[in-house]
């Protein structure tokens, strides 16, 4: 199982609808807003990076009130 954390920067208004869509995507662990220069910080866990990525792409950067990402990969040793 691989995890990682994707920063998600919100338009303004749209904190509470794109928060409450992330929070009901089936591989999201953990979700929390933020105070600086990102408005929500989400944990994800799949069977592998790659699938992570595919899940970034078209799972949550589609959601309407979204502007940005960054995709942090947890290490895997």
């Known amino acids: 199982m ?16 794109v ?3 992330l929070s009901k995507l089936s591989f999201v662990s ?8 990102y408005d929500i910080i989400i944990k994800v866990e799949a069977d592998g990076i790659g699938v992570i990525a595919g899940m970034v ?5 589609s959601i309407p009130g979204i502007s940005n990402t960054k995709t942090l990969a947890c290490a895997e040793f």
């Open 2 to 17: 691989s995890s990682g954390y994707v920063l998600v920067n919100v338009e303004p208004g749209a904190e509470t609808s």
């Open 30 to 37: 953990d979700i929390n807003h933020l105070f600086g220069d």
């Open 19 to 21: 928060f409450d869509k």
């Open 57 to 61: 792409v078209d799972s949550i950067r």
